[in-house]
């Protein structure tokens, strides 16, 4: 993934509202995507993930987003909770099994 | 049940010491990945395992640096005579399958976090 266009370093959002965190990616070729979340001192934690036949995916509380014609993706967050204060990566299996990773959107929730 | 686990968590080496760096990945994953992290970024591929075979080693800085995993299991990162811009995190992370074409969910470990002086 790449920080160009709507990506947005820092996203600061008040507790109990939806969150959108965009990500561009760069290779048209890659089809596999997936979202992590990191806390200060700790590993990327697996969100959600989705592949190139699907454009869109639901978990619990989040929703994946993938628009190929622009390469795009984007999670949602409903309901937005203090722990889910992190930072958070998209990534793009740009060669396979490697994955190539954003520059990250730190997210702040505010009580 | 038990995720990826590396040790140490944090390591201070002077320039110029040897280290070496431990992954236990998921019972059972075939693949084995590490990556490094500099402080603000996104974490970078670094190699990649197929049970005991190194079928990736692209994205290794240089010739100091090292990998193994002799059985397939626990796998073994070794920076040799450490320079200050090794300083960084040092993920590694698991998936249960092979290369198949198809890419597999990739669960990391905590880090370890080296610090070189």
């Known amino acids: 993934g790449e920080s160009v266009g709507l990506h947005l370093p820092t996203l600061s959002v008040q507790e109990g509202d939806n969150s959108i965190i965009n990500c561009a990616y760069s290779?048209?070729?890659?089809?596999?995507f997936i979202w992590y979340k990191q806390e200060s001192g700790k590993g990327p934690q697996f969100i959600i993930d989705?592949?190139?036949?699907?454009d869109k995916r639901q978990g619990q509380r989040v929703t994946v987003l993938l628009n190929k014609t622009v390469k795009h993706l984007s999670l949602q967050i409903a309901a937005t909770q203090p722990g889910d204060s992190a930072v958070y990566f998209c990534?793009?299996?740009?060669?396979?099994?490697?994955?190539?990773f954003g520059a990250g959107t730190t997210v702040t929730v505010r009580a | 049940g038990a995720g990826v686990s590396q040790s140490p968590r944090y390591k201070v080496a002077k320039r110029g010491q040897d280290v070496a760096l431990r992954c236990d990945p998921i019972?059972?994953?075939?693949?084995l990945f590490w990556y490094q992290q500099a402080l603000g970024q996104g974490p970078e591929f670094l190699t990649y395992?197929?049970?005991?075979?190194?079928?990736?080693k692209s994205g290794l800085p240089s010739d100091r640096f090292f990998a193994e995993r002799p059985e397939g299991s626990v796998s073994t990162l070794k920076i040799q005579r450490t320079q200050q811009e090794d300083s960084a995190v040092y993920l590694c992370?698991?998936?249960?399958?092979?290369?198949?074409?198809?890419?597999?969910?990739?669960?990391f470990g905590p880090g370890t976090r080296l610090t070189v002086l």
């Open positions: 019972s059972g994953h075939v693949s």
């Open positions: 290779n048209s070729a890659s089809d596999y």
């Open positions: 395992f197929q049970n005991e075979a190194q079928l990736d």
């Open positions: 989705i592949r190139s036949n699907m």
């Open positions: 992370a698991s998936s249960l399958l092979g290369t198949s074409g198809r890419t597999d969910t990739q669960y």
């Open positions: 990534a793009e299996n740009k060669d396979d099994y490697k994955l190539s």
